[in-house]
């Protein structure tokens, strides 16, 4: 198969698995789970689904056991709706992209409010940050003719 139909019937599969976790799963573990990326293999009888979701390594443990018991009912409820001929076959695999942006997200928080302290202390202290800088925003050269 083309690169381009593997690459609509993944964007395809995600599309159906997002709205069954949504709209149709009653299962409250499977609540918080965001699909990140599908990748459907060539003959698309496999289909790897990167999930996502922030908690602790037990949220997800316990999630990974929740989307491997509902693969069954997932692909059961996908198949009239995706009609392939090969309706894959969904290996659910953790991505930890998400938890990384917010542990990134976290830490320039907490720069951004040490930074926001050192700015003040500096302007307690008296220091200039323009020194040498007119109000138009040039440089003020007129100490250094020749």
């Not at 690459?7 to 599969?13: F, K, L, T």
């Not at 949504?22 to 499977?30: C, Y």
């Amino acid at each position: 198969m083309g690169k381009k139909y593997m690459g609509r019937v993944s964007q395809m599969i995600r599309r159906k698995l997002t709205q069954l976790l949504i709209e149709e799963s009653n299962d409250p573990r499977l609540e918080n789970v965001t699909i990140t990326d599908v990748v459907v293999n060539r003959d698309t009888t496999r289909a790897e689904v990167f999930y996502s979701i922030i908690g602790t390594a037990e949220d997800i443990a316990v999630t990974q056991t929740a989307l491997d018991g509902a693969a069954g009912w997932l692909r059961n409820e996908m198949a009239p709706t995706l009609r392939l001929r090969n309706l894959p076959h969904l290996v659910f695999t953790y991505d930890p992209s998400l938890a990384h942006g917010a542990r990134i997200e976290e830490l320039l928080h907490e720069l951004h409010v040490e930074g926001g302290d050192l700015e003040n202390a500096e302007a307690d202290d008296g220091i200039a940050d323009n020194a040498g800088v007119a109000d138009d925003g040039f440089i003020d050269d007129d100490d250094d003719n020749v």
